[in-house]
């Protein structure tokens, strides 16, 4: 499995490859932009080759110095986006990075699907699903073919998975 990291503000770093490419809000001069969106591509793309799940850590900044961390898969023989719930964010930052999160999964990857993984340990599980199912997820058999293959068979008791089908 390879391993990536992806800033919607800041970068998009692969460690199966030496590119890397920063992505900012902020008003840059067209050449910076177009350098910027050509390093992004060439990582994405990098990701995109990959013939086995490929681990991607999802950096997506609400501010300058507010981010949330999420930690996913992409599965390239399903197309779709294995996205673990982190532990504890702020709820500003949960919102706007989620959003976020499913563009990226929808624009760059063009993934068909997107799954979360939400522990059953978790104290918000209740909220967290009907929040969810009201943007339009729901809840996916452990035992389908489209729950996590990251997930050993053991682990897999210890989450409840949501799936979501990106329409085209």
Same mark, same amino acid.
Request: proline share 7%; charged share 25%.
């Given at each position: 499995?390879?391993?990536?990291?992806? %800033?919607?503000? &800041?970068?998009? &770093?692969?460690?199966?490859?030496?590119?890397?490419?920063? =992505? =900012?809000?902020?008003?840059?001069? /067209?050449?910076?932009?177009? =350098?910027?969106?050509?390093?992004?591509?060439?990582?994405?793309? /990098?990701?995109?080759?990959?013939?086995?799940?490929?681990?991607?850590?999802?950096?997506?900044?609400?501010?300058?110095?507010? +981010?949330?961390?999420?930690?996913?898969?992409?599965?390239?023989?399903?197309?779709?986006? !294995?996205?673990?719930?982190?532990?504890?964010?702020? #709820?500003?930052?949960?919102? #706007?990075?989620?959003?976020?999160?499913?563009?990226?999964?929808?624009?760059?990857? /063009? +993934?068909?699907?997107?799954?979360? +993984?939400? @522990?059953? &340990? @978790?104290?918000?599980?209740?909220?967290?699903?009907?929040?969810?199912?009201?943007?339009?997820?729901?809840?996916? %058999?452990?035992?389908?073919?489209?729950?996590?293959? #990251?997930?050993?068979?053991?682990?897999? %008791?210890? !989450?409840?998975?949501?799936? !979501?089908?990106? /329409?085209?």
């Amino acid at each position: 499995m390879s391993k990536g990291e992806y %800033n919607r503000k &800041d970068s998009f &770093d692969s460690t199966t490859t030496t590119a890397s490419s920063e =992505y =900012y809000d902020l008003d840059l001069p /067209e050449s910076t932009v177009d =350098y910027l969106n050509q390093q992004e591509a060439a990582v994405i793309q /990098e990701v995109l080759s990959q013939s086995a799940p490929t681990a991607i850590t999802l950096k997506l900044f609400v501010t300058p110095q507010k +981010c949330s961390s999420w930690e996913t898969v992409f599965n390239p023989n399903e197309n779709i986006l !294995y996205v673990s719930l982190p532990s504890a964010m702020s #709820h500003e930052a949960s919102k #706007h990075s989620f959003i976020s999160l499913l563009e990226f999964a929808e624009e760059k990857l /063009e +993934c068909d699907a997107v799954v979360l +993984c939400i @522990r059953k &340990d @978790r104290l918000d599980r209740p909220n967290l699903v009907r929040t969810f199912s009201f943007v339009g997820f729901q809840p996916l %058999n452990p035992k389908s073919p489209f729950a996590p293959p #990251h997930i050993d068979e053991q682990q897999r %008791n210890e !989450y409840l998975f949501m799936i !979501y089908n990106i /329409e085209e």
